[in-house]
């Protein structure tokens, strides 16, 4: 049975039948009629696009001494706003992590935090060592 299938499969691989041609005529009609659909759409669209820019011109125009400064008014308003809540978004993340920070949670960075933070306790340390030493040198070198 195996040979059967076998046998049929590659006869079928070495015998490949052109499509009809009633199928390929199908196919050219498909291609041409959502071609030529297409290419109509995108004359509309381009005659459309042209109609609607005459029109608008003259009012545009007419109308730029105040649409320019409005426009540039909406800008600054819309990117104030925008800068606000992110601004007030960044505020409360803050403030929720130091919230989280004292009262013992260890948010994320916390630990980076400490480390500085003693690192910085240590270098004042000795800073105010050697100035207590260098305060010393110079007094008992001027008597």
Same mark, same amino acid.
């Given at each position: 049975?195996?040979?059967?299938?076998?046998?049929?499969?590659?006869?079928?691989?070495?015998?490949?039948?052109?499509?009809?041609?009633?199928?390929?005529?199908?196919?050219?009609?498909?291609?041409?009629?959502?071609?030529?659909?297409?290419? =109509? !759409? %995108?004359?509309?669209?381009?005659?459309? $696009?042209?109609?609607?820019?005459?029109? +608008?011109?003259? &009012?545009?125009?007419?109308?730029?001494?105040?649409?320019?400064?409005?426009?540039?008014?909406?800008?600054?308003?819309?990117?104030?706003?925008?800068?606000?809540?992110?601004?007030?978004?960044?505020?409360?993340? =803050? !403030? %929720?992590?130091?919230?989280?920070?004292? $009262?013992?949670?260890?948010?994320?960075? +916390?630990?980076? &935090?400490?480390?500085?933070?003693?690192?910085?306790?240590?270098?004042?340390?000795?800073?105010?060592?050697?100035?207590?030493?260098?305060?010393?040198?110079?007094?008992?070198?001027?008597?």
């Amino acid at each position: 049975m195996a040979d059967y299938y076998g046998h049929q499969h590659t006869h079928h691989l070495h015998h490949e039948q052109p499509a009809p041609r009633s199928y390929q005529v199908v196919k050219a009609a498909t291609a041409v009629t959502a071609g030529g659909s297409l290419l =109509v !759409l %995108s004359g509309l669209t381009l005659a459309g $696009t042209i109609i609607a820019l005459t029109v +608008a011109t003259p &009012l545009l125009l007419i109308f730029s001494p105040v649409l320019v400064p409005a426009t540039i008014t909406l800008f600054f308003l819309m990117f104030g706003f925008l800068a606000s809540g992110g601004f007030g978004v960044a505020a409360i993340s =803050v !403030l %929720s992590w130091i919230y989280r920070y004292v $009262t013992g949670r260890h948010p994320p960075g +916390a630990v980076q &935090l400490e480390y500085a933070r003693d690192k910085l306790a240590t270098k004042a340390r000795e800073m105010k060592e050697r100035a207590e030493q260098f305060g010393q040198q110079q007094i008992s070198g001027t008597q």
